[in-house]
């Protein structure tokens, strides 16, 4: 069955029970070094933030340590001629609390939102990096309770896999980035 997405504007809230929501893919791998592997951790379901009341689940990656190199992936979505963006839900807090992180403390840690024509991510773009290396999107700087993100998919049409990677490569900090509400929409 064609499981691509057509119907834009899509959002997936991450309500379902089922982690990952289906025909989303959890996958490892560094980028962009290591060709991706199927993997079944890091990213899972959580309330958005650590907030339990009102519910908000949302996908929680855990970003610590030596050897985070975790990915989330749609669907193939079929994005047509236009003038479509990505749109979700970006938070970043202390591992297991609502807290905020400790700036400085995960001086290595990434977080970066790729697009591709497989669900891979073999010749990746990247649409948006965070980082405390130089990036003008800083990773310590995300916001704890919620950021609302958009980005244009400008120059990408056709079916696309649009691909959230957590990335920790040294030690120190302990983190929990979280993503909801991730939609494609048309702009007016």
């Given amino acids: 069955a064609d499981n691509t997405i057509y119907d834009l504007s899509w959002v997936e809230d991450f309500t379902a029970e089922a ?5 989303w893919g959890r996958y490892r791998g560094l980028y962009p070094t290591e060709p991706l592997e199927a993997n079944t951790s890091r990213w899972e379901r ?7 009341d009102p519910a908000n689940p949302a ?11 975790h990915w989330l992936v749609t669907p193939p979505i079929s994005i047509p001629a236009g003038t479509h963006q990505l749109e979700f839900d970006l938070a970043l807090t202390a591992w297991g609390s609502s807290d905020p992180i400790t700036p400085g403390d995960q001086a290595d840690d990434r977080f970066i939102v790729l697009i591709a024509e497989n669900p891979t991510m073999i010749g990746a773009t ?22 609302p993100q958009a980005i244009s998919l400008g120059g990408h049409t ?5 691909g959230f990677y957590g990335e920790s490569t040294e030690s120190g900090g302990d983190g929990a980035l979280f993503v909801d509400n991730v939609k494609v929409t048309e702009l007016p």
């Fill in 46 to 52: 959580g309330d958005f933030a650590y907030i339990a």
């Fill in 59 to 69: 996908a929680r990656c855990r970003i610590w340590g030596t050897s985070t190199k």
């Fill in 126 to 147: 990247v649409l948006r990096e965070w980082n405390n290396t130089g990036s003008p999107y800083v990773y310590d700087d995300i916001a704890t309770l919620s950021e």
């Fill in 19 to 23: 982690f990952p929501p289906t025909d």
């Fill in 158 to 162: 056709g079916v696309r896999f649009i």
